[in-house]
């Protein structure tokens, strides 16, 4: 359980590692930027990577669904005709 927790913190460093630098390169965050901008700014981009990721997530599932739809609607034995 401790090493799930320690890969968990650091994947949590990661991102915010990661906002920072992005929230700088941006202009977001500059030398005149108080704790309070930067912590907002942070939790906003996590809320922005969260809801990408679920987007991203929720694409990938729809298209499997369709998939398995069109491959079900493809290989379905079809009726004999009556004459």
Avoid: C, H, W
């Avoid at 460093?13 to 108080?34: A, N």
């Amino acid at each position: 359980m401790g090493t799930i927790l320690k890969y968990l913190f650091y994947i949590a460093v990661i991102i915010v590692v990661f906002l920072l630098g992005k929230g700088i390169y941006d202009g977001q965050i500059t030398r005149d930027s108080t704790v309070a901008e930067v912590g907002t700014n942070i939790a906003d981009g996590t809320g922005q990577l969260i809801d990408d990721t679920r987007r991203a997530i929720n694409k990938e599932k729809d298209q499997i669904r369709r998939g398995r739809t069109e491959e079900n609607t493809d290989s379905a034995p079809t009726a004999p005709e009556q004459s």
